[in-house]
């Protein structure tokens, strides 16, 4: 979750774009990123693809920092 908003404001996207990218709502992409929801391998490989990041890049962002 909190890889995903980091990677989103990185990028300097809106919940919004996130979720119409993602073919969810903003709300069920909201959960993604506070951890009320874990995203399927599915999800973290789209949300990749929109970033340009693999699946495994995508795991280990923001790892020791």
Do not use: C, H, W
């Not at 979720?19 to 069920?28: K, P």
């Amino acid at each position: 979750g909190e890889k995903f908003a980091l990677l989103r404001k990185q990028e300097g996207k809106t919940l919004e774009e996130v979720a119409v990218y993602m073919s969810i709502s903003t709300v069920n992409y909201v959960k993604l990123e506070n951890d009320f929801v874990y995203p399927s391998d599915q999800q973290i490989t789209r949300l990749g693809k929109l970033y340009g990041l693999t699946y495994d890049e995508v795991i280990a962002f923001g790892e020791g920092r």
